[in-house]
C-alpha cells in the first residue's frame, strides 16, 4: 500500500520482483478533495467511496472513470489526481 510518493513506488519496484501496488484510498481521496471547491469535496468524496465498496474490480474502476471524464470538465486536476496511479492503457 503506498501514498503515491514516486519515490517509494521506484523503491519498492527495485527492491521486489513482482509487487502488487496499492494506493491508499485516505491519500486519494484527500488528494482529488484538495484540486476541488469545498461545496464539490463531499458530493465526489461520496463518490469515490462507493466506488471504492463496489461489488467488482470492473464496476469500481468504471465509476472511477466516469467520475473522472465528469471532471475533466470542470476540474481537470482533480480528474489529473483521480488518475494518477492507473495503469496505462
Known sequence: MLDGAKALRRA???VF???VLARCQQHK???VRDKLPQRL???VEQRMGTAY???SALDAEA???RLARELDKT???AAASLREGWPRP
Do not use: C, F, K, W
Request: glycine share 14%; no cysteine.
Open 41 to 43: 469535496g463531499g458530493p
Open 53 to 55: 465498496r463496489a461489488a
Open 29 to 31: 481521496l484527500r488528494n
Open 12 to 14: 519498492v519496484l527495485d
Open 75 to 77: 476540474h481537470p486536476g
Open 17 to 19: 520482483d513482482h509487487p
Open 63 to 65: 465509476q472511477l472513470s
